[in-house]
């Protein structure tokens, strides 16, 4: 319980939501532990990730070489969807609006860094910032990652977004699948007037994690 960190408080929310959709859409296909287990092509899919993905850093990330569950299964497709859309949307998409300001996070320091208990004054800061060419290329850089795709596809699409078509494609076509679609977007309806409601009590409001703003994918 963190006050003020409003990107945890989101998350949270998300994590929830998203495993809740991810649970409900793989007991489709899942019934049991052993259904998991016995699956050659998930397996040999995970233990693809871990040992070759992985193959350079210490125990291969900590990715597991199998799923035995499950509940593992759900796990596992959670934080590969969370990470591939909602934590890259919070890191991405709020760049410019920190970095803009230089000393938020100097991409570089003409002076060099202070020492342990070093008394760090006003001049010294200004002294130390990048200069404005170098400040220059960290906004516009920052500014270029912050901004949507014309045609990005968001978790919850606006009406303008219907309107263009801008509909995220699916190969769910069982009345069951499409039924966690509608299960799932209601949770982040809920979601997205959640963080609205709160939003009106802050002098900044924090709306990186909006259904509406985060794209379902990575695009660069």
Partial sequence: NIPGYYYLDDALDWWDAIESYVSRYLSLFYKTDVLVQGDEELQRFVNEIATIGFQTLPNNAGFPVSLDSFQDLITY?????????VFHTAVNFSQFKYLAFQPNS??????????QDEVVTYERIMKSLPLVDMAKVQMETAHALSVFDP???????????????LMSETTMVHPEELECIEYFQGLLRKLEEKIRLRNKSLNTPYEFLLPSRSPVKIEI
């Fill in 77 to 85: 497709c959670t934080a590969i969807l969370f990470n591939s859309s």
């Fill in 106 to 115: 100097p991409c570089s320091m003409i002076l060099k860094p202070p020492r």
């Fill in 151 to 165: 045609n990005e596809c968001f978790y919850l699409p606006s009406h303008s977004e219907k309107t263009r078509g």
